[in-house]
């Protein structure tokens, strides 16, 4: 069934069993009953009764339909399959897909065509069962909501009951994905550290994850410390911090406390407008006007820049964090009570110091938050350090050089063909393990300093 054609009739049916349920509450309120709850709580009813579950049903049915009826082909095989992997059976299902779909050019056609129509037949099979079944659970959820609805019905709780379900089922929803990416990560992890030893990878000091395919290979070796990795990663987020929190700060101050209402109301949206660039766009400018004109200012000052330096990329990255700093700062320094400063003015203090001993302590836990969303920024930065940093794994602190980052070595680990048992691909997933449990660290300790401030204030 075509997507449009779904959505409208789900429309109609929803409009119509709302219509109804309306209907039955004017009708009681009509003869006089009084009624527990607003007629149009009773339509809603209805609704949760009859169409979410008929909704639901054809989701969960469309969801397991395709993997359910996959299975049954896979297992239908012709014997000569009976050795293949699961790879040359998933190509095998592929080709049978394109049978059904009217090509009959492939490799097995003779061979695969009747299980082609089986496919075909099945999936017929399924979409009768499937609106069978959700008309018929449409239909008792209607009976059994109907059957309800009475003048004593509780209809708006019932209603406010499932709403705070549902925002529950989304909570749990955004809950359960950040775990499974987790795990996701995790798992891939433990493969790798299977073949490489963990303290080698924390600690080593040595990254070339180039891997011998044969004995007698020159030109690789499997070195997987990843030192250097994240020192490059710190380094280019520390210079990238000095450029945002100050600037974004003193900005986030201004526009606060001494800018007009007019010059507040233009500035602050321009502002913003730095973190509605595209991250490319920042790479192409780190890459092709910042990064060669630091090099020819090295020169002229007899400094030695590489066209990659880790100041460039944390030049051009700390103007694009900017914004975050500066318009939640802007905000939380907004957020302050007005009596706080009228009792700062009162007692005699300027403007500077009611700023810097009343404002800022009073707003520092929703400053730390916007520091740390700049730092987490900062660390999973990808396109700028990809387009104008460099690939060397160099252990360095010279902002001069060149350095390479956790999240450049991802890249280029997972570009092109390779191979997912290898241990190369899989230094991607733990790099990326680490690279989550540094930001989780860093959010603990910005919790655990805001609320020891927020204790010693209040």
Known sequence: MPLSTFFTLFVVVAAFVFYAGQRKALLLKSNGAALHSQPHYFGTW?????????????????????????????????????????????????????????????????????????????HATSEQFKLVATVLLLLIGFVIGWQRLAPDFRAR????????????GCACIAILTTVGIVFSVLFEAIRFFDSVSIFEFIFGTHWSPQMAIREDQVGSSGAFGAVPLFVGTLLISAIAMLVAVPVGLMSAIYLAEYASPGFRSYAKPLLEILAGIPTVVYGFFAAITVAPMLRDFGETVGLNVTSESALAVGLVMGVMIIPFVSSLSDDVITAVPQSLRDASFGLGATHSETIRKVIIPAALPGIVGA??????????????????????????????????????????????????????????????????????????????????????YE
Do not use: C
């Not at 019932?158 to 705070?164: D, I, K, M, N």
């Open 157 to 168: 709780n019932r209603y406010e009951a499932t709403v705070g379900y549902l925002l529950l």
């Open 46 to 122: 209805l609704i949760i009764t009859a169409v979410i579950p008929a909704l639901l049903l054809l989701a969960g049915w469309s969801i397991l339909d395709d993997a359910l009826v996959k299975s049954i082909i896979v297992s239908e095989l012709p014997t000569s399959y009976s050795t293949a992997n699961s790879t040359e059976k998933l190509l095998a299902f592929s080709e049978i897909n394109l049978i059904a779909d009217g090509h009959d050019q492939t490799i097995h056609y003779a061979e695969l065509k009747p299980l082609a129509e089986r496919f075909l037949s099945l």
């Open 371 to 456: 520091v740390l969303l700049a730092v987490s920024r900062a660390i999973g930065e990808t396109m700028i350090v990809v387009m104008a940093a460099g690939l060397s794994a160099k252990l360095t602190a010279n902002p001069l050089e060149t350095v390479t980052t956790v999240t450049v070595q991802i890249v280029t680990l997972l570009v092109g063909d390779q191979e997912f048992d290898s241990p190369k691909t899989l230094a991607a997933f733990a790099l990326a393990l680490m690279l989550f449990f540094t930001t989780l660290s860093l959010n603990v300790l910005a919790l655990y300093i805001v609320r020891k401030y927020r204790e010693q």
